[in-house]
């Protein structure tokens, strides 16, 4: 979420809103939200439903504020609006404790209908007495720092009252969170392009593409089909966001990140076809594919990952075997060591396909040597595919006839200079 107000400026002062009319919605709904929830919290027994009711307050708190906020029409400026908002669940903290006490007191000595104006105001002096007196201000706290982080979580409610151009901006949607500072990160692409398919599907069929046709899958279950010649641009968010693909309006039409299964296919897909890319700032991205110098000579190998966790687990899984000897008992004894005896020979694979696993370039001579040291020479021209097996991320080279030539993964080293290598001696149809 975006504390800045980049929208347009709206024209008329009654469409600019009142700042005092916005203070008091939101003060009203934020006391309205905490007043709901501590109410139930003072009616029911103590124990592990307090606390839930507790962070339901602080939730509904900001959800309320933000909707006081837009009904009494506040002013139009996202700045304001958001501290506005932010001050007021915090404000209405005691403001509500005070009045759910005084409801309580009157409900206990009289009831609601025979109570007078002079009882409504000894209630409510004495439960400001006892708030003040007794300074028990651990719940006041806990209820005002849940309130400010929860918040959060019904921002868009105000930003699209406060700042609606921003708030349908396809650039506000790639810095929308995705799921983690690495969920659309992908370093240096569009690096190597391979040849595309006809359909394919991005993260589990929530982008479907059939030639020039687009399906997208957005929240709860809406489907938006398009076609390649309405995407007038791709935003390129940062790691924690998502790419959006929106059409002339500057409407948003799917979202995607780097992180998700065939998604590098999907932006070379956009790319060859034409679709500009641009980043955070609408500045154009130059991400014309460039060929790559290919060495006479190379290798495609293991990295260190490999070698650290084979050392790691073959450590770790040794010590337990040695110590499940002396700590359990005979039937025990034997699942653990069973169990223990796999994870050391996965550790003993993982060393040994560090030391020997590799496929060696030589011009137009390729050699691949398995974990066990068997080897494997064959020529370029002998390969007819290249294509992914056990998921997307390890590839088989077969010839002609279906034969297993070698096998690599997309994280060993070299295996994107490999990729290119094949790409360039072998016909266009081999890729994916």
Same mark, same amino acid.
């Given at each position: ?19 005092? !009319?916005? @203070? #008091? *919605? ?44 837009? #009904? ?17 669940? @915090?404000?209405?903290?005691? $403001? ?13 000595? =009289?009831?609601?209908? $025979?109570? *007078?104006?002079?009882?409504?105001? +000894? ?14 201000? =651990?719940? %006041? ?54 040849? %595309? ?19 997208? =899958? ?26 959006? +693909? ?7 039409? $799917? =979202? ?30 130059? !991400? ?22 084979? %050392? ?9 075997? @040695? ?20 994870? @050391? !020979? +996965? ?15 030589? *011009?137009?001579? !390729?050699?691949?040597? /398995?974990?066990?040291?068997? /080897? ?32 690599? &993964?997309?994280?060993? &080293? ?8 094949? %790409? ?9």
């Amino acid at each position: 979420m975006t504390e800045t107000n980049t929208g347009p400026e709206l024209e008329t002062p009654e469409q600019q809103g009142s700042s005092i !009319l916005g @203070v #008091l *919605g939101a003060f009203l709904g934020a006391l309205l939200g905490h007043g709901l929830w501590l109410g139930c919290m003072f009616a029911l027994p103590s124990g592990s439903v307090l606390w839930d009711l507790i962070i339901f307050g602080g939730l509904f708190a900001g959800f309320f504020s933000c909707w006081g906020y837009r #009904l009494f029409r506040g002013r139009r400026n996202m700045k304001f609006a958001w501290r506005v908002v932010r001050l007021c669940v @915090v404000l209405a903290v005691p $403001a509500a404790i005070v009045l759910c006490t005084a409801a309580l007191v009157l409900y206990w000595a =009289k009831g609601w209908w $025979a109570a *007078g104006p002079q009882a409504v105001w +000894l209630a409510l002096t004495g439960s400001v007495e006892r708030l003040v007196t007794e300074r028990d201000w =651990k719940p %006041i706290l806990i209820l005002s720092l849940i309130s400010l982080f929860l918040a959060k979580i019904s921002a868009p409610i105000l930003l699209k009252y406060a700042d609606p151009g921003w708030y349908n901006d396809p650039r506000r949607a790639a810095q929308s969170n995705g799921g983690g500072a690495m969920f659309n990160y992908l370093k240096g692409w569009p690096g190597i392009s391979e040849p %595309i398919p006809h359909s394919f599907t991005v993260d589990k069929g929530k982008i479907t593409v059939e030639g020039e046709q687009i399906t997208a =899958k957005g929240r709860w279950g809406k489907v938006t089909t398009f076609g390649l010649r309405e995407v007038a641009g791709v935003v390129i968010g940062p790691g924690s966001g998502f790419n959006v +693909l929106y059409d002339k309006e500057k409407r948003v039409l $799917a =979202k995607f990140a780097w992180s998700r299964k065939g998604a590098n296919l999907f932006g070379q897909y956009l790319l060859e076809h034409g679709v500009p890319f641009e980043d955070l700032q609408g500045q154009k991205l130059d !991400l014309t594919p460039r060929k790559v110098e290919l060495p006479w000579q190379f290798e495609v190998r293991e990295s260190k990952v490999c070698l650290w966790v084979g %050392i790691i687990c073959l450590v770790l899984f040794s010590v337990l075997s @040695v110590l499940c000897l002396f700590v359990m008992d005979e039937l025990a004894i034997l699942i653990a060591l069973l169990v223990f005896l796999f994870f @050391v !020979l +996965l550790s003993v694979w993982l060393l040994l396909s560090y030391k020997n696993r590799r496929l060696v370039v030589e *011009g137009n001579a !390729l050699t691949y040597t /398995t974990a066990f040291g068997r /080897t494997t020479r064959f020529r370029v021209d002998e390969v007819d595919s290249f294509r992914y097996r056990f998921g997307r991320g390890t590839r088989e080279l077969r010839d002609r006839e279906g034969k297993l030539l070698a096998r690599f &993964e997309d994280n060993m &080293e070299g295996a994107a200079l490999l990729v290119e290598y094949l %790409i360039q001696h072998m016909n266009p149809h081999v890729g994916q």
